[in-house]
């Protein structure tokens, strides 16, 4: 009795963070340290240690965490070294949610009450971008999350709302489907029509309301990465669910990405004003991105093999000339590519076991049911990195702790 009591704990713990994450990033951080206490209260030590070293990706989890920490010991403290190591330490929470199987009825409840919290996230960034609301006096906020972070939510949702309305290839050319789509799409509050048709339709009815919200919002803020990769993964799942269509696969990706992008670049000044300003960058005008990215490459070019230590960013960049201490001094902690600050402070050798995370997670994933559609997210973390440290950003490491959670514990049924 008191087992199946944890477990309830547990699951509800569970979906409270499914729930909150979005929405408050203090709350969220408790809940995923007692979901993570409560699964080691769970016992069954021998089995959980047996399961985290039957995988690659967990072990490389470990040893990058071990690669900073001896770092840490032998070239000292700097002054990032206990927030880089505050950050690593959180993503040691996955091998421990790894050892614990969520059922498949939490598993679709807390991805369910998940885009419900995004799309509360979503309706509130459209009232402040038009100013309908004011909770956030800073302009890069979005919701309750950085801007930046925010975007890449809503591409995460998106994702996730297209594969469960349209998971079924049958279903996406029927008919009754096909209307109640174009119907909910321009009228989103018919759902509670069709909330009355049947109870297995309920769900995804409720989801196809979402999409529309989360797109808007997605265009009409800050944050071109979330944008990007949005359009990405949104060609890689219609090529994964058409699939069997070829012919049709081809027309509905390229004129989707053709019409969708036209038509938000011509009606968000956000996405114009964006653009046109990387376009003035890009004629050979400096920029913050570009001195931090050709500093860092520098500073690594003199030290590939070792790197200079845990949280020796900010010291090491900062002491290059005034231009980049200027840009330490105005809050930034890292060269903004998740690749080159793990090159930077562990070296070369911490840089591939960094890598081998994602390609040991993507090994693991593609050989569950529909594991092409599973592999997507941490090709969504490959691509965003590009652009920002987004692993050890807060916001987004919860992101990614959350996802894989579902990915690992994700059973599909065809309908």
Aim: net charge positive.
């Amino acid at each position: 009795m008191n087992n199946i009591k944890l477990i309830n704990a547990r699951n509800l713990i569970f979906l409270l963070l499914a729930f909150t994450f979005p929405l408050s990033v203090p709350l969220s951080n408790i809940l995923a340290v007692l979901l993570a206490i409560l699964i080691i209260v769970e016992g069954s030590f021998t089995e959980k240690i047996k399961k985290i070293n039957s995988s690659k990706w967990m072990k490389s989890i470990l040893i990058l965490f071990a690669i900073y920490i001896v770092y840490w010991s032998i070239f000292g403290s700097f002054t990032d070294t206990f927030w880089m190591v505050k950050r690593i330490s959180l993503i040691l929470l996955l091998p421990i949610f790894y050892t614990s199987s969520f059922s498949e009825k939490t598993i679709q409840k807390s991805v369910f009450v998940f885009l419900i919290s995004m799309f509360l996230s979503s309706i509130i960034a459209i009232a402040e971008n038009y100013e309908i609301i004011n909770l956030n006096p800073n302009w890069t906020n979005a919701a309750f999350l950085k801007y930046t972070d925010h975007n890449v939510f809503l591409a995460a949702a998106l994702i996730i709302s297209v594969y469960f309305v349209f998971r079924d290839p049958k279903q996406i050319f029927s008919q009754k489907l096909r209307r109640s789509f174009i119907l909910c799409y321009f009228f989103p509050f018919l759902f509670f029509y069709f909330l009355f048709k049947g109870k297995e339709q309920i769900y995804r009815y409720l989801v196809l309301t979402f999409i529309p919200f989360y797109q808007f919002s997605l265009f009409t803020e800050g944050g071109r990465m979330g944008q990007l990769v949005y359009l990405i993964l949104f060609a890689l799942l219609t090529i994964f669910l058409l699939k069997n269509y070829p012919i049709l696969r081809f027309l509905i990706v390229t004129s989707y990405l053709f019409i969708f992008s036209v038509v938000i670049y011509h009606t968000s000044t956000v996405v114009q004003n964006r653009y046109n300003t990387q376009r003035v960058i890009y004629n050979f005008e400096s920029s913050t991105r570009n001195t931090l990215l050709e500093e860092t490459i520098i500073l690594i070019k003199k030290n590939p093999i070792f790197g200079y230590g845990t949280g020796s960013f900010t010291d090491e960049f900062g002491s290059v000339n005034e231009e980049t201490q200027k840009l330490v001094s105005n809050q930034h902690k890292t060269p903004h590519n998740n690749y080159l600050y793990v090159w930077f402070e562990i070296g070369i050798l911490g840089l591939i076991v960094f890598l081998s995370i994602f390609y040991f997670q993507i090994k693991e994933l593609i050989k569950k049911a529909d594991g092409i559609f599973l592999i997507l997210f941490p090709i969504m973390f490959l691509i965003i990195m590009l652009a920002d440290s987004y692993l050890f950003s807060q916001n987004t490491l919860v992101l990614y702790l959350f996802l894989s959670i579902i990915t690992i514990n994700y059973q599909y049924k065809p309908s």
